[in-house]
């Protein structure tokens, strides 16, 4: 019998979650709460908040959801996986205690230290004069301080001096900037950052192909931070030991944690590692599928999305999951002014010409006209033989999308030329 599925969120990930699930032999009909305009070509949108529990759980009582698959961070901190779960509906998605892993710090930090997992020696302060006195005691800059809880991307500055250092421990622990919380204070490593995800459900862990993002807004990682402006994989600077590597020494042995501590995994766990010099480590963990990480990875896996994605939800052991070995490059067009204030409603022609994929990621559709809907408005993918193929190939291709207020970087996969 075909499957109904409900997909929660609204972005690029959740536009390559319902693509992937769209391609399945199982699946019947597709519903996403709350979607965007990409996403309702593929499956009926609902206008439920990704957190409002309650109503996501009516809904998908009464059209006999067969599968939940969460998106966003704040959707599974809100408990929707917990009340799925105690509802007897398979969901993809980590309950609210095991999000934790992304959600503090600190707990991440201390799971590391605990389990031996590689990463930056730290220490965590609730009092400013405390912290200030560590910090003058390292007297080491650049210095890390990490808020302890979500704070939008904006809690972690890397200070380059006391001064700097001392302005943003009293933001955060006096001003309480983001809310009442402890601040980690870590030794500042080096070297290039990349992305590793994983499907985990308990002790079971898939790998996903490695990628990397590009946080800054502008050419030569340059400008302000953004939620990622494009990304690409495979990636060159990382050997296939050294993966094999941090799946055992890092993945594997956090996913063994969290079962230990009684919060086990139930969906992706990623990791945000950095190859040093010392070789590699955690530079944070998260509890879901990255952005926009996912949206080159994922349209890569050639085991059934359904099988996956439902096996991680019950715990069903697969035999393994198999991806296309294709080089991808996804390139996002933002809003002009984002990462700060822009304005929504420009009009976008063109994105059916283009050779490849394009997920969308904020937009929606008034009058049948396809408008911008957010600061990251869509993400352009094509394929090539190697990074440097795909990367002509998504920069000829994007030249076919028209829109008087967007932008896009011209150098996504700089690091593997
Ligand atoms: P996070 O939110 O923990 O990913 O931190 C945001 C960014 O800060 C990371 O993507 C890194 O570029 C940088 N960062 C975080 N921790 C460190 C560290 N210990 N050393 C150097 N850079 C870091
Ligand atoms: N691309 C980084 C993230 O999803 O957090």
């Not at 994983?198 to 996903?208: D, E, G, I, K």
Request: glycine content about 10%.
């Amino acid at each position: 019998m075909k499957k109904n599925v409900l997909v929660i969120g609204s972005g690029g990930r959740e536009h390559a979650i319902v693509y992937q699930l769209n391609r399945s032999k199982y699946v019947e009909h597709i519903y996403c709460a709350p979607g965007n305009a990409g996403i309702a070509q593929l499956a009926e949108c609902e206008d439920i908040a990704d957190t409002d529990v309650e109503q996501l759980l009516t809904f998908a009582e009464t059209h006999k959801i067969d599968l939940c698959v969460i998106g966003p961070e704040a959707a599974l901190a809100a408990g929707v996986a917990d009340a799925f779960r105690e509802a007897g509906i398979p969901v993809f998605g980590h309950s609210k205690a095991a999000t934790q892993i992304e959600a503090s710090k600190e707990f991440a930090k201390e799971i590391m230290a605990k389990y031996n997992i590689p990463t930056a020696a730290y220490r965590s302060f609730a009092d400013y004069d405390e912290a200030m006195q560590y910090v003058r005691s390292r007297n080491s800059y650049p210095a890390v301080l990490k808020y302890d809880g979500l704070a939008a991307g904006k809690g972690v500055v890397i200070a380059k001096d006391e001064q700097e250092a001392s302005d943003t421990l009293r933001d955060m622990l006096v001003g309480e900037a983001f809310g009442k919380g402890k601040v980690v204070i870590e030794d500042f490593l080096q070297g290039p950052e990349f992305s590793f995800m994983a499907f985990v459900h308990h002790n079971q862990v898939y790998p996903m192909p490695l990628s990397q993002d590009h946080k800054r807004a502008y050419d030569g990682d340059e400008g302000p931070n953004t939620g990622g402006m494009g990304a690409y994989t495979p990636l060159p600077f990382i050997s296939a030991e050294e993966e094999q590597w941090a799946l055992e020494h890092i993945l594997k042995p956090v996913a063994e944690a969290m079962v230990k501590e009684g919060k086990p995994l139930t969906g992706v766990l990623y990791g945000g590692l950095m190859k040093t010099a010392d070789g590699i480590k955690v530079i944070e963990f998260n509890a879901r599928f990255g952005d926009p990480e996912t949206e080159v990875v994922l349209p890569l896996m050639e085991t059934d999305a359904y099988t996956v994605f439902h096996a991680i939800a019950t715990g069903e052991t697969l035999e393994a999951v198999h991806w296309r070995k294709q080089a991808t490059v996804g390139v996002v067009m933002a809003s002009c002014g984002y990462p700060g204030a822009y304005a929504k409603g420009a009009e976008i022609t063109g994105v059916e010409d283009f050779d490849g994929l394009v997920l969308h990621m904020g937009t929606k559709r008034k009058e049948g006209k396809l408008l911008t809907n957010g600061g990251r408005v869509l993400m352009c993918i094509a394929h090539g033989e190697d990074i440097k193929q795909a990367q002509r190939n998504v920069y000829d291709e994007i030249k076919k999308i028209n829109c008087t207020n967007l932008f896009y970087r011209k150098d996504i996969a700089h690091w593997a030329l």
